[in-house]
DNA sequence: TCTGGGGTCCTAGGACCC
DNA sequence: TCTGGGGTCCTAGGACCC
């Protein structure tokens, strides 16, 4: 068996730990720069507000229904995160740590555990030590351990665990189940199936292998097997280093000049080459991109990018922030207002047993001890400490009005008591 | 006025080899 | 009229996830 943890619109649940008051209240979290709605609570939801939909259009219904608005406090939601993954590490032998709301439990080999009790269990201990409201749900693959836990939302009577195992029980779930919510079927396929007559989980695992297979190559069949209670999709306990590495942002108002511009990319730069050193990694290749208002029709329509191959891998922040405004440089076209810049790490490998050629030896030596120097100078600092010239002083443009203060993770935010 | 920020894997087609 | 039969590697784009 495995299970799957799943925290109830997670962002949401973080903001009400501090605010108790807002329990059963509509609550939206909003994405950076206060752009769209990216959590939103089951009453806001009962509103009609869609993940992803922009504020701008959703102020109206906000008012009129008293919405509580957040912008996002990542600080916050991660710490949260943490807190619950360690509550889901005793549960099980093995966890596979998949978003930051979400876990899987390996449960093979689990004997002797009834695992109903084991879900609601585990449900009620998340809630008790973190305040935060955990799905649980408990079947033979990922793919129905993920829909057992989305049982658990729409009906309460499960008290927030779900083991959904005998034959008769997964088919009729997957009967009332629809197939665009099924993990793996995306918003491509699934108007495309539905097009067929297929609308629901069961229709969808009726097919023939082979149908599945002929329009949606290796992972549809993935599903379909995982649907039949096949396990196709492997448990990762170890998290790999990641094969590439983008750091990018919207900019609260467009970027014209290019001294400015190149400000923020070398930002992102910095923050990529830090987070390859985090991995023990080096890349060797980098792409810088930069685009202009998709959604400002009228306006000059850029959107530039360009990657480089380079000569000898690195995760140095100097070499790595030259090579991006270069790059930059490149793609840069004048008159055209910004919006969005990014930088994209790929080619990624080890740095341990990387080859470098001798001539650079003195180099790569003296970047490693003086990167080293500077990490542990930001990690001491809480992040900002030192920064290579090039990024400027300025911070990245945002606008978050609704932020509530970083209550688990900084001294400076807690919020006054009066005695 | 105002529209997020990350990732992974698969596949088809082109360039190249004999 | 008609033009072989294998390979490999790389890349861009698609599809999916949170």
């Known amino acids: ?10 962002f949401v649940s973080c903001e009400r730990v501090f605010r108790p008051d807002l329990i059963g209240r509509p609550v939206v979290v909003l994405s950076r720069n206060d752009g769209c709605a990216i959590a939103r609570s089951n009453e806001a939801k009962a509103l009609g507000i869609k993940m992803g939909d922009p504020y701008f259009k959703l102020k109206d219904i906000i008012a009129r229904n008293s919405v509580t608005i957040f912008s996002s406090n990542m600080a916050l939601y991660a710490d949260f995160s943490r807190r619950v993954r360690s509550v889901l590490r005793e549960a099980a032998p093995q966890i596979e740590v998949y978003s930051i709301d979400e876990a899987f439990l390996d449960m093979r080999g689990v004997a002797n555990v009834d695992f109903d009790t084991f879900a609601k269990g585990l449900s009620s201990r998340c809630q008790r030590l973190t305040g935060i409201p955990v799905s649980v749900g408990v079947a033979p693959t990922k793919t129905l351990a993920k829909i057992a836990a989305e049982l658990c939302k729409s009906y309460p009577k499960l008290q927030g665990g779900c083991f959904m195992h005998r034959a008769a029980d997964i088919e009729k779930v997957l009967r009332k189940y629809p197939i665009e919510d099924v993990w793996g079927i995306g918003r491509r396929s699934a108007p495309r199936l539905r097009a067929q007559g297929i609308t629901s989980a069961q229709d969808f695992r009726m097919q023939s292998e082979d149908w599945v297979r ?21 448990f990762d306990s170890v998290a790999e280093p990641h094969k590439s590495i983008c750091n990018s942002r919207s900019f609260a108002t467009e970027i014209y000049d290019l001294g400015e511009l190149s400000e923020q990319v070398a930002k992102f730069a910095a923050m990529t080459a830090e987070k390859l050193r985090e991995q023990g990694s080096v890349c060797s290749r980098l792409t810088v991109f930069a685009a202009t208002n998709r959604f400002h029709t009228a306006d000059i329509q850029q959107c530039g990018h360009i990657t480089l191959p380079l000569i000898e891998p690195t995760d140095s922040t100097i070499d790595i922030v030259r090579i991006a405004r270069a790059a930059l440089s490149e793609v840069y076209v004048r008159g055209a207002g910004y919006k969005k810049a990014g930088v994209i790490a790929s080619d990624i490998i080890p740095r341990e047993g990387t080859i470098v050629s001798m001539f650079n030896a003195e180099h790569n030596a003296r970047h490693q001890r003086l990167m080293t120097a500077i990490d542990d100078i930001n990690r001491h600092t809480g992040g900002s400490g030192i920064a290579i010239a090039s990024e400027g002083m300025s911070e990245i443009k945002a606008n978050s009005r609704h932020r509530s203060p970083r209550y688990t993770t900084s001294w400076d935010e807690l919020p006054t008591v009066k005695l």
């Open 214 to 234: 002929r329009r949606m190559g290796i992972n549809g069949v993935r599903t379909w097997r995982e649907l039949h209670g096949i396990p196709a999709i492997g």
């Open 1 to 10: 068996m495995f299970a799957l943890a799943d925290c109830n619109n997670f």
